[in-house]
């Protein structure tokens, strides 16, 4: 892709929707990934009109903000502003709503730049198209967010294979749309750890180790023992950013959980 749509912006400050977009990326990919010469930060860039380093840096301040890089002793870059700790806080306080509002300023910026973007808000189609864009955007925005902080790997067995890992909900949408794109209330899990899960067959403690129903622990096929019951009271490996809430695991614990 060559960057050479829109001309870039040299000592511009930073708006809030630009910020948003960026702050969306920065939950998409690896903190370790971003970087000038990532393709999705190139992207970004030529939407914007800002140089990749401009993104990168930007990427980085968010990191300054983040409590898991700090407990991995990551400081990102400290030359933060304002309106960036401002956006952090307001995506944490509504996922939903800061997730749509980065597509549709996704969209209305590729269509400004003439850069061919799929469109992904029809704003003046009927209810249930724009209900289904809504959760295909939220979809694609939880699992790129959870799959890049738990690296691509099941926090239970530590299975690498995208194709089989799953952005668990802790509190499924159907009981609680509020944390359906927040994610601190998701888990990477194999599809077949996540239907055990879905299920009530295993759980995850407040010290974030696998819990599993006796019935389960006592079973006598092989199979189960060694691809399943071998996890049992395990710590999860748990995520570079966006640690599992405690008090959704609670629920879980409470609501799903069979033990």
């Known amino acids: 892709m060559s960057y050479n749509s829109i001309q870039p912006q040299y000592g511009v400050p ?3 929707e630009e910020l948003i977009l960026a702050f969306e990326l920065y939950c998409r990919i690896p903190f370790k990934k971003t970087k000038a010469n990532n393709p999705k930060v190139l992207d ?3 939407l914007l009109g800002r140089t990749p380093a401009s993104v990168a840096r930007k990427l980085g301040n968010f990191g300054a903000f983040d409590p898991e890089l700090r407990k991995a002793k ?6 933060t502003s304002k309106l960036d700790r401002e956006i952090w806080e307001e995506f944490n306080r509504d996922w939903n709503g800061l997730v ?3 597509s549709k300023l996704r969209q209305s910026l590729g269509a400004e730049s003439k850069q061919g973007h799929q469109p992904l808000f029809q704003p003046s ?3 249930e198209k724009v209900r289904t864009s809504k959760q295909r955007v939220h979809q694609a925005f939880f699992r ?3 799959l890049s902080s738990y690296e691509e790997a099941c926090c239970i067995t530590g299975l690498k294979v995208p194709e089989c890992l799953i952005a668990s909900h802790i509190v499924p949408w159907s009981e609680d749309e509020k944390y359906r794109s927040d994610p601190t209330n998701g888990l990477c899990l194999s599809s077949t750890f996540d239907r055990l899960f879905d299920a009530g067959l295993i759980t995850i403690s407040d010290n974030l180790e696998v819990r599993m129903i006796v019935s389960l622990i006592e079973d006598k096929n092989q199979s189960t023992q060694e691809l399943i019951c071998a996890y049992n009271g395990r710590p999860i490996i748990t995520p570079r ?3 599992p809430s405690l008090e959704r695991l609670r629920w879980h614990r409470l609501n799903v959980f069979r033990g």
């Open 14 to 16: 930073w708006s809030r």
């Open 44 to 46: 970004l860039a030529e």
């Open 74 to 79: 990551i400081t990102g870059l400290t030359h």
């Open 100 to 102: 749509w509002e980065a």
């Open 125 to 127: 189609g009927p209810s």
């Open 144 to 146: 790129a967010a959870i």
């Open 241 to 243: 950013r966006f640690m």
